[in-house]
């Protein structure tokens, strides 16, 4: 089996920073591309920033610059570090990854549990 583990969420005020890191765990051969998502209640969960296995990155256009997504790919975890936070920000934030299991020829796509991110205005 393979957990995605979020943590560094919390309450920050408008302006200020927030990391997040999402760890897999399991019987991992590989973790291919990582995302992070976010959703607020009432919407769709939307892409917030992607990477590849060799660092290439993504982000939605509402971040404009703000945060940097980046990974260790020893220890299949991926971060998500936002600044200038927005209270237009504060949303669930989930974790996603496509792994392969081993054992396994085809991978497949796992979610965390989410994390909790408010923005104070």
């Known amino acids: 089996q393979v957990q995605l583990v979020e943590s560094g969420g919390g309450l920050v005020q408008a302006g200020g920073s927030l990391g997040l890191s999402c760890v897999a765990s399991?019987?991992?051969?590989?973790?291919?591309?990582m995302n992070w998502y976010r959703q607020t209640p009432g919407k769709q969960r939307e892409l917030v920033a992607s990477?590849?296995?060799?660092?290439?990155?993504n982000y939605a256009d509402f971040v404009e610059g703000r945060f940097a997504i980046s990974r260790d790919n020893a220890k299949n975890t991926v971060y998500l570090q936002m600044n200038s936070l927005k209270p237009d920000d504060t949303a669930v934030y989930y974790c996603?990854?496509?792994?392969?299991?081993?054992?396994?020829?085809?991978?497949?796509?796992?979610w965390g549990q989410g994390t909790q991110v408010t923005v104070s205005s």
């Open positions: 990477i590849t296995t060799t660092g290439s990155a």
């Open positions: 996603r990854a496509d792994i392969r299991m081993t054992g396994f020829f085809v991978s497949r796509t796992y």
């Open positions: 399991g019987e991992i051969s590989t973790v291919n591309t």
